[in-house]
């Protein structure tokens, strides 16, 4: 017999290096992104992106000074911030 469990995906912590964006979910999974994907964020520095707040019900970041959200829903697609340009030409 088999169980089902459904995953926690509320945010549990949040870290940065000079790239990426990683969020640790309440499960156990970690979602990393590139920084370049949230221009608002993309040239903040350390310590400003480390002045971030969770929101909702732990399934969202919001950065006041930016006036920037990220939802846990938007990082597990794939997606990024509205604004991203990927260098492609068209």
């Not at 964020?41 to 920037?68: N, P, V, Y």
């Amino acid at each position: 017999m088999t169980t089902l469990t459904i995953p926690d995906e509320r945010i549990k912590g949040v870290s940065f290096d000079a790239d990426s964006l990683t969020v640790e979910l309440m499960d156990g999974r970690r979602i990393s992104t590139p920084l370049a994907w949230y221009p608002r964020l993309a040239s903040a520095t350390l310590l400003e992106l480390e002045r971030w707040e969770i929101i909702g019900d732990g399934d969202g970041l919001h950065w006041e000074q930016f006036d920037e959200d990220l939802s846990v829903e938007g990082m597990l697609r794939g997606f990024p911030a509205a604004g991203f340009r990927t260098g492609v030409k068209r």
